[in-house]
């Protein structure tokens, strides 16, 4: 069973692993055994996480804006000059933007769709041969792209571009898992709910409050967030394809 959800002798980047659900996963990884490379747009951030995280296995800091081509290159050239191979790739790194409709701007509707759901497709594009080579060392390679339920059910908040582009990066998951499947590259998906980060500042600051509306009582904590990933990024995943998996408490069931 020890086996079955190892991460030992694994690589893995995770985007957007300085903090909140990135840095869940990112400590989680090193946990069950890979080494973790960790990329955000802050380098002080990001560099500062992976040496509080070096403390639980080799973590390494890649800073780069992955909101654009140029610096999705950048992140792929600082990764390959380190790695041949790359067993498993989280797309997590992501931004939200809130405004009432007659006043949403163009500028929150690229900004957000763009990283949330542009980047996971170029970044997992750029990373293919590394994948693939992963996926020769005798396991599945993965890609894991970090959605949310906002995609899967409707959160009353105008957050319009945010809920466009986490139901399109699930349907974006079906599509590529059927393309790389065959390679031995298995692509899956998590919606998570709420889980204390700057980006969900209202679980955060009123996790108390927020946890009467959920059915399991309270908001999300790392290990919640950690043994998803694990698990889809293991042995114990290998036949999970196409899917989200939603890691929520029972909310999206309660919306109805």
């Known amino acids: 069973m020890s086996d079955l959800f190892s991460l030992a002798g694994r690589t893995a980047l995770v985007t957007g692993g300085s903090r909140g659900i990135g840095r869940m996963i990112a400590a989680g990884f090193l946990k069950a055994g890979a080494t973790v490379y960790i990329s955000s747009r802050k380098a002080a951030a990001c560099e500062a996480t992976a040496a509080e995280l070096s403390a639980l296995g080799p973590c390494v800091a890649l800073p780069a804006d992955v909101s654009g081509e140029a610096g999705v290159r950048g992140l792929v050239a600082a990764y390959t000059a380190r790695e041949k191979h790359l067993d498993i790739l ?53 890609v894991i792209n970090i959605a949310s339920i906002d995609g899967v059910s409707v ?63 309270r908001i999300g904590v790392d290990d919640d967030m950690a043994g998803a990933a694990i698990y889809l990024a293991s042995r114990a995943g290998d036949y999970v394809v196409g899917s989200t998996l939603i890691v929520d408490g029972g909310v999206t069931h309660a919306r109805g």
């Open 90 to 142: 989280v797309n997590n790194a992501g931004a939200a933007w809130g405004a009432p409709f007659d006043e949403f701007p163009e500028s929150g509707w690229d900004k957000v769709v763009d990283l949330n759901l542009k980047t996971p497709f170029f970044l997992t594009q750029a990373l293919h041969t590394a994948l693939q080579a992963g996926a020769a060392r005798g396991h599945c390679a993965k």
């Open 155 to 217: 959160n009353p908040q105008e957050t319009y571009s945010y809920a466009a582009s986490k139901a399109g990066l699930i349907q974006l998951t079906r599509r590529m898992a059927l393309r790389l499947a065959p390679e031995n590259i298995v692509v899956s998906a998590i919606a998570p709910g709420a889980f204390a980060s700057d980006m969900n500042k209202v679980a955060r600051d009123h996790g108390d409050e927020i946890a009467q509306r959920i059915p399991s009582r």
